[in-house]
Nanobody, 123 residues
Framework: QVQLRESGGGQEQAGGSLRLSCAAS????????AGWFRQAPGKGREFVAT????????YYSDSVKGRFTISRDNVQNMVYLQMSDLKPEDTAIYYC????????????????WGQGTQVTVSS
């Protein structure tokens, strides 16, 4: 059974930083692209960042480019999202995702999802 478990969410002030972590189990993690999506109140789920199975290719939404960094550790079966210069519009539930395709195609949707972790940024 595939499980993706997020952690690291919480409350932060604008301009601050948070690091999200996602622990993967039940799959051969280094064969999957991984990524982060988010869903703000009253909005649909949107792509944030994805990373290829080897970590050599990354994609970011325009809204987070330059502020967020995605990385992964295939030994520990972890994927991370370092978030800096947080803004109130970053407030959302953040979901970890994994898929068998490329990091590019993962932007359109994933085969596996975590339960999500809440990030709240106050002004």
């Amino acid at each position: 059974q595939v499980q993706l478990r997020e952690s690291g969410g919480g409350q932060e002030q604008a301009g601050g930083s948070l690091r999200l972590s996602c622990a993967a189990s039940g799959l051969t993690f280094d064969e999957y692209s991984a990524g982060w999506f988010r869903q703000a109140p009253g909005k649909g789920r949107e792509f944030v960042a994805t990373i290829s199975w080897h970590g050599g290719a990354t994609y970011y939404s325009d809204s987070v480019k330059g502020r967020f960094t995605i990385s992964r550790d295939n030994v520990q079966n972890m994927v991370y999202l370092q978030m800096s210069d947080l803004k109130p519009e970053d407030t959302a539930i953040y979901y970890c995702a994994a898929g068998a395709g490329t990091a590019a195609t993962l932007r359109q949707g994933a085969a596996f999802w975590g339960q999500g972790t809440q990030v709240t940024v106050s002004s």
